[in-house]
């Protein structure tokens, strides 16, 4: 997994965004990763998909993902290859169900006055740096724990688990 993650900030959250309306409650039983990833933040904006491109990164105020968070809204987020999601914080059930599938987060105080929309931002998940490229500025987030990071570079819980439990071939 790149540790390091470079994009434009597509998205800016308010505080205590429920992260289920990433998708809208219609699909929240919906697993075909196509079909969640064309309906990306569509009732908001329905030409947001033509707006983002690969590697592109999401803001976020104080306890993003609260509520009752499925794997719908990161699936969505992960098909159209947002790189991550920066927040003031997040509830903490979304952040252990990002992890889970290997979606990079990151927490760190003072983004949401740290960056504005279509801002070039460069994210160390590893550090918790965070360098506004576009003002110039830099912020301290986070880091992220080696163990979660693990995790991610594994593709998420299920690849984890399958290498640290996996005998070896004989």
């Not at 919906?30 to 947001?48: H, K, M, N, Q, W």
């Not at 987030?141 to 995790?151: A, D, T």
């Amino acid at each position: 997994m790149e540790k390091v993650f470079q994009g434009k900030t597509v998205w800016k959250f308010d505080d205590n965004y429920n992260a289920d309306l990433i998708v809208g409650s219609k699909y929240i039983s919906v697993t075909d990763r196509e079909i969640l990833g064309s309906v990306c933040l569509a009732d908001y904006d329905p030409e947001f998909l033509k707006k983002i491109a690969p590697g592109d990164l999401m803001v976020a105020g104080k306890n993003f993902g609260y509520g009752h968070p499925h794997y719908q809204g990161i699936a969505s987020l992960q098909k159209n290859r947002i790189s991550t999601v920066i927040a003031e914080s997040f509830y903490p059930l979304w952040y252990r169900i990002a992890v889970f599938y290997a979606f990079p987060v990151i927490v760190c105080p003072g983004i949401s006055q740290g960056a504005s929309l279509g801002d070039e931002i460069k994210v160390s998940i590893e550090n918790g740096r965070i360098e506004n490229v576009t003002r110039g500025t830099l912020l301290q987030g986070e880091p992220v724990h080696p163990f979660l990071l693990e995790i991610m570079e594994s593709g998420g819980m299920p690849g984890y688990l399958k290498k640290k439990f996996s005998k070896p071939k004989a």
